[in-house]
């Protein structure tokens, strides 16, 4: 079965600073991989999706991530992060066969102005 | 189009009470899947379907109850409320295996047993 993790519970940056929000999953085969946030009291919005091909997948909101195979990451990234990027972010994996994503713990992202 | 709506936003429930949460999608997507959210747990997927007239468990089933007569609809039914199930409650649907085309979520339901 697969699984997601996301080391950081919290992650704080000053605005304008870049961001990177880890996740490491573990499954045999490629996996499906997601970024997902959530806004205070909403429910979660898709930010990018990776299933094959190019490993730097491009997102909404400015957000990128990099698929790396022998560190069984996903790593989420932002050049520079603005005040409106506080959020919670999640890593989902899914793998073929399997018809619904695992979701990670998430990530606290918090913003200093 | 309106997305995934779920109703009610927030329910206080006694022990022991019942209550259903409803969910609906007008994207014609076959996928629907109901999660929890608890505080530093992420989301557990209580129960899913893939169609209509099709369901199964998920990781946290107990407690719960579903079924799916029409592509629109997938309510969550609880049959006798307990506090272990005050938490937040998110509906979320898919075109085609959430694996593939990633999930459209609802706002949530915001539940209190006490």
């Known amino acids: 079965a697969q699984s997601v993790t996301q080391p950081d519970i919290h992650i704080t940056v000053s605005e304008g600073a870049s961001l990177e929000l880890r996740c490491n999953y573990s499954?045999?085969?490629?996996?499906?991989l997601f970024w997902y946030v959530q806004s205070p009291g909403q429910g979660l919005q898709l930010l990018l999706k990776?299933?094959?091909?190019?490993?730097l997948v491009q997102g909404i909101k400015g957000f990128e991530a990099e698929f790396k195979r022998s560190q069984s990451s996903f790593n989420l990234r932002k050049p520079s992060v603005h005040w409106s990027d506080a959020a919670e972010y999640f890593c989902a994996v899914g793998a073929g066969g399997s018809y619904i994503p695992t979701f990670g713990r998430g990530t606290s992202l918090i913003v200093h102005p | 189009n309106a997305g995934v709506t779920q109703t009610p936003k927030f329910q206080v429930l006694k022990t022991g009470q019942s209550m259903t949460l409803q969910c609906a999608q007008d994207m014609n997507h076959e996928y629907m899947s109901w999660y929890r959210q608890d505080p530093g747990m992420g989301l557990r997927l209580i129960h899913y379907?893939?169609?209509?007239?099709?369901?199964d468990q998920g990781e946290v089933p107990n407690g719960y109850n579903v079924s799916r007569s029409t592509t629109e609809d997938f309510p969550l039914r609880l049959l006798s409320a307990a506090p272990s199930q005050t938490s937040v409650y998110f509906c979320?649907?898919?075109f085609g295996q959430g694996v593939t085309y990633g999930y459209t979520f609802g706002s949530g339901t915001r539940l209190t047993v006490v």
């Open positions: 499954y045999g085969a490629t996996p499906y």
């Open positions: 979320a649907s898919s």
């Open positions: 379907s893939v169609g209509a007239g099709i369901t």
């Open positions: 990776y299933f094959s091909g190019d490993t």
